[in-house]
């Protein structure tokens, strides 16, 4: 973090209380999170940060490192921003803040993001919990951790627009090193799993298409309406509150009734919620043989069933195994975004020199690599 720069902006540098929260990746489970069904991410070495220090003048004052830009605001004009929109993501928590705890005194920020956007990382749940987490440290409001990442799901729902679940805004909260989380997201019961990858001889890959997309795009958008459709129809005949609750005997019912493609939506988070609880289940009992299966098989739901992932992703995840992965899919929202691989340390170099060479063959131009460790949650720095 360049502190001089801190100080060109805001004439000194004292008094800045520093916060940071991770980037995400699914190992499995996805698009199940706003199903009240379960997911299963790492919290990763990528992160957020966010410096904050009380100021006299009435008025919000935020620096940008990634867009080079300064923003001023107060409570008066605290509106959506069309034209920077990376300022709609701290004004969305301290609205919910402001929601729970009324009016908090006025700051400076600087604000600097490590984790890539679009990639599907979950750049957006980082930078609302390390705002979320550092107001409330700082001002000492006395918000639980849970209230912490459910406040910062409502920014994104509530203010930026973007119908997300909870899921990341939940990782970047409770993450642990060398774990897993199994969130149960009807509950927010979670369990930190053992996910120590070195032991295994393997390293956690994760491949930017390059391909950007917006959570808040149609697509994903499209995907949660698709899900509300099947629900409303199902309910007319059983009594269920969410996907989630569907057993054996009532998902073979949802296939008979519902119309195409709901019926293969509603597939894909049946099975997609069976295979995260199969998978901790593994994770738990040391049983990693069949952790490939379970990630492949989620991969070609979300490619035939959910219809989520593109061309790029789908060839990223053939010539990872193709070329020695221990196990690849994709992760994230999809239309774009990343893979997530377990490599074989033995092999990693020449593994990532053939994956940016066969990508760049077929798309023109190179992906980014990231070889990640699993870190801890938010936490202050």
């Known amino acids: 973090m360049d502190f001089d720069r801190i100080e060109k902006i805001f004439e000194d540098k004292k008094n800045f209380r520093g916060f940071r929260a991770p980037g995400r990746v699914n190992l499995i489970g996805e698009h199940t999170d706003y199903h009240q069904g379960f997911v299963l991410p790492v919290s990763i070495s990528k992160f957020f940060y966010f410096f904050l220090r009380k100021n006299n003048v009435n008025k919000f004052r935020v620096y940008s490192e990634n867009f080079d830009e300064l923003y001023e605001f107060d409570y008066l004009n605290i509106t959506f921003n069309k034209e920077k929109p990376w300022v709609n993501y701290l004004q969305g928590v301290i609205t919910e803040i402001v929601k729970l705890k009324g009016e908090i005194p006025c700051f400076d920020a600087y604000l600097f993001g490590e984790i890539p956007m679009g990639a599907g990382l979950s750049s957006s749940a980082a930078y609302e919990v390390a705002v979320a987490y550092g107001i409330n440290t700082y001002f000492d409001l006395k918000i639980e951790k849970k209230e912490i990442a459910k406040l910062s799901q409502r920014a994104e729902n509530n203010f930026v627009g973007a119908p997300c679940g909870i899921m990341d805004q939940f990782i970047a909260t409770f993450g642990k090193e060398k774990t897993a989380l199994l969130i149960d997201t009807l509950t927010l019961d979670y369990e930190n799993i053992p996910f120590d990858i070195n032991k295994r001889g393997l390293s956690l890959v994760v491949i930017d298409t390059k391909v950007k997309h917006s959570i808040a795009g149609e697509g994903y958008s499209t995907r949660r309406r698709e899900g509300e459709e099947a629900l409303k129809i199902l309910r007319q005949h059983l009594n269920i509150n969410s996907l989630r609750d569907l057993q054996d005997e009532t998902f073979n019912f949802s296939q008979k009734i ?94 990532i020199e053939k994956i940016k060479t066969s990508y760049e063959d077929k798309f023109g131009f190179k992906p980014e690599i990231l070889v990640l460790e699993t870190s801890d949650g938010v936490r202050e720095i």
């Open 258 to 351: 519902l119309p195409s493609p709901l019926r293969e939506r509603v597939a894909h988070v049946f099975n997609e919620n069976k295979r995260v609880l199969a998978f901790a289940n593994d994770l738990k009992n040391d049983q990693w043989q069949n952790l490939p299966k379970y990630m492949l098989d989620s991969h070609l739901s979300l490619k035939n069933l959910y219809e989520v992932t593109c061309e790029e992703l789908d060839f990223l995840v053939e010539k990872a195994l193709e070329y020695g992965a221990f196990a690849s899919r994709m992760t994230g929202g999809g239309f774009g975004g990343s893979t997530v691989n377990l490599v074989p340390q033995e092999i990693i170099d020449r593994w």
